[in-house]
């Protein structure tokens, strides 16, 4: 596993809470079926990034831990937090396999599009041993290799390599997607009854802002990547996407998978 240094999503966070989309509230409406939440136990938000989608959850257990390896990620979290006057949620930064011994036990653990991130494996265990006999995990991704890109997110693709080249930046490190299949591991660990779901499509709009401001948001182009070519990036970037659509608006359909396994069996739980 790649270590990918401390600096990861360095500078992102103002921008990851503004601009990533947010998501639907059929993944809610599952969760809380598939697991039969009912407002006890509690919730474990592993890479919880800003905790926008931790604070969708807060009627739905007694208590909830967000863990985030970003400091700054974390402060925003708790901005959010405050702002929303939400008591039951706390916020911890580090590493599952530095922080597990002292959680306690959890009803659900979810990972939104941070299991990429992971020695996969290994969380896998220590997460199995974080869980109620009843409890269970939730990875949960948009991410599709089948999709093709769309012709606008074909062009943002090739402005981005243009000026920060054609491997994808990752902290200190590039990255490379997984070439296993994440329902693959989950399935070869000690979890049991193991699904996916992919959930209805839903529609998101884009604006050349809101484009460059969800690029910022991420480990690959963050804005200090550019340094002083940010505003020739930024040109380049508005001009390029203005020539395939001259009203600046674009459109695109996300999916949500969901993976979601046990520790016992249906019939043990």
Known sequence: MNDYGPDLFKDTASYYT???????????RYLVDKFSLHGEGRLLDLGCGTGQLALRFTDWFEEIIGVDTELEMLDEAKLLSQYNRVENVSWQQGRAEELFND??????????????????????????????DNGGIAVIDTFNEQQEPLPWQQKVEEVVKRWLGDERIAGKST??????RHEDVVKRSSFKDVKR???PSYSITWTVDSILGNLYSTSYASKRLFRDNLERFEDDMKSALLEIEPTGVFTEDLSVSVITAFKKEADLR
């Open 103 to 132: 959680w306690g036990s959890f009803r659900l653990i979810m990972m939104a599009k941070a299991f990429h991130w992971m020695d996969r494996e290994s969380i896998l265990e220590v997460l199995y041993h974080s869980l109620d």
């Open 197 to 199: 779901q992919v959930l």
């Open 175 to 180: 990255y490379k997607h997984p070439q296993e």
């Open 18 to 28: 503004r601009y990533r989309p947010l998501y639907p509230s059929s993944l809610i």
